[in-house]
């Protein structure tokens, strides 16, 4: 069974960092690409940053470039984003899925419609 599980999300003040782990079981991270999204009641789920299988390129919103980092270890099948610099506005609910399309990052963005097996999420808190 394919699933995909969410940690390290709490909460944090203004400025502090959080690392998240998306651990995966079912199948092996490195032949897919992975992303994390964020969602906030009311509003649409975005792309925050995925990265390829292939050559570990990258993705990052402009919301969070320079303050975000996207990695992955295979060995151990998991996903990470290191997120530095936390403001309340990335307070979000924070989602990991992976890529059933392609296994590689699109510059412009992710599709949400490429991705699946979502996880159940972890709530990200920032304070001001």
């Known amino acids: 069974e394919v699933q995909l599980v969410e940690s390290g999300g709490g909460l944090v003040q203004a400025g502090g960092s959080l690392r998240l782990s998306c651990s995966v079981s079912?199948?092996?991270?490195?032949?897919?690409?992975i992303g994390w999204f964020r969602q906030v009641p009311g509003k649409d789920r975005e792309g925050v940053s995925c990265?390829?299988?292939?050559?570990?390129?990258?993705y990052y919103a402009d919301s969070v470039k320079g303050r975000f980092t996207i990695s992955r270890d295979n060995a151990k099948n998991t996903v990470y984003l290191v997120m530095d610099s936390l403001k309340p506005e990335d307070t979000a609910v924070y989602y990991c899925?992976?890529?059933?399309?392609?296994?590689?990052?699109?510059?412009?963005?992710?599709?949400?419609?490429?991705?699946?097996?979502w996880g159940l999420g972890t709530q990200v808190t920032v304070s001001s």
């Open positions: 079912g199948f092996t991270i490195a032949n897919y690409a």
């Open positions: 990265i390829s299988s292939s050559d570990d390129s990258t």
């Open positions: 899925a992976v890529n059933l399309m392609s296994p590689r990052v699109r510059p412009e963005g992710p599709l949400l419609s490429d991705y699946a097996h």
